[in-house]
Structure formats: C-alpha cells, structure tokens
C-alpha cells in the first residue's frame, strides 16, 4: 500500500502530566517514507531513579533556545513534507499536547494542525478488535529505549510491517 500522505511519526519524553505542570525534555520524528529523523533537545535529562522512563531536567531550558527548537522543527517539517503533515504516534493523547503547546507558544500556530493520528487505533481496526491496542509493538525491529528518535523509528518500522500484511 503506497502512502501518500507525509506522515511524521513522533515521540516525546517529558516529565509532569502535562505542559503546565511538566516539561517537556526531548522529542524525535521521523520522517515515514525516507526514514528521515529530527531530534529536538529542550534541555538535558537524566532517568528517574524510580522509572527509567521519566526523564529528570538536569538544567533549565532558556526561552531562547526552545524557541529555536521549534523554529528548526517547523523548517524540517516543510523540507521534509509533500504537503500537509500527519502527525502519528503511539501515544498522540500525550506525544502531540507537548508539540501542540511548543508550537503555539513559540510559532503562533502548529504545522500539524488540530489532531494525531493513533498507530494502536489503526492496528486494533485492521484487527477487528478495539481491545486489541497492543499487539502490534512486537513488530518494531528497533528497541524501545525512550530515545525519542529511536523510539519514533520502531513505530515507523512496525507501521510498515502492519501495512505489509505482518500481524
């Protein structure tokens, strides 16, 4: 099946269940026909003791510089893009209310517009089951390792796999 559309797969690590309670420490995107990756770095973390999969902000991001982030995402946005960007995640619900807010806040808009797109959703209707959420990420070949870029990738990877009949 050839996708015409430009999807950009995303992932975010950030701590705080929300912008205005958290931050938002890294996000990578990949690009889903060329593989093409973005890593946006907002400040410098390291892994909660309790959950590896919490990042903990070791510095204080400048007004400054992550507005360049965003700046420089919405540039390799319109490079890599064919026209509208689809924005596509394994978690949209948390992953897309941190690129939403970033944008806003610092462009005055957001490129993907008002909505994400859900792998698990897509997965679970190709399946005939709504329960069946989870399945598909056995199909990812690179490790999830909360490296945003590395983890966007397998959800590109797995993407593929689903289109190409795997299951």
């Known amino acids: 099946m050839e996708i015409l559309l ?5 992932d975010c690590e950030a701590f705080g269940g929300c912008p205005a309670t958290g931050q938002l420490t890294e996000f990578g995107a990949v690009e889903f ?3 093409e990756a973005f890593h946006g770095v907002i400040c410098g973390s390291r892994p909660s003791e309790q959950n590896p999969a919490v990042p903990i902000p070791v510095e204080r991001p400048t007004l400054e510089h ?3 982030v965003y700046i420089a995402f919405d540039a390799w946005l319109k490079e890599v893009s064919r026209d509208h960007p689809v924005f596509v995640s394994d978690n949209p619900a948390y992953d897309w209310q941190w ?11 957001n490129p993907f517009g008002h909505s994400a797109r859900r792998i698990s959703d897509f997965y679970a209707g190709l399946m005939g089951d709504f329960r069946k959420t989870q399945q598909w990420k056995k199909l990812r070949i690179t490790s999830h390792d909360h490296h945003p870029v590395h983890d966007a990738l397998g959800n590109v990877e ?3 796999r689903i289109l190409n009949g795997e299951r």
């Open 99 to 109: 690129i939403n807010d970033g944008f806003w806040r610092h462009l005055g808009r």
């Open 33 to 35: 026909k060329t593989h």
């Open 66 to 68: 992550e507005s360049s």
């Open 6 to 10: 430009s999807l950009i797969f995303v």
């Open 158 to 160: 797995a993407f593929k």
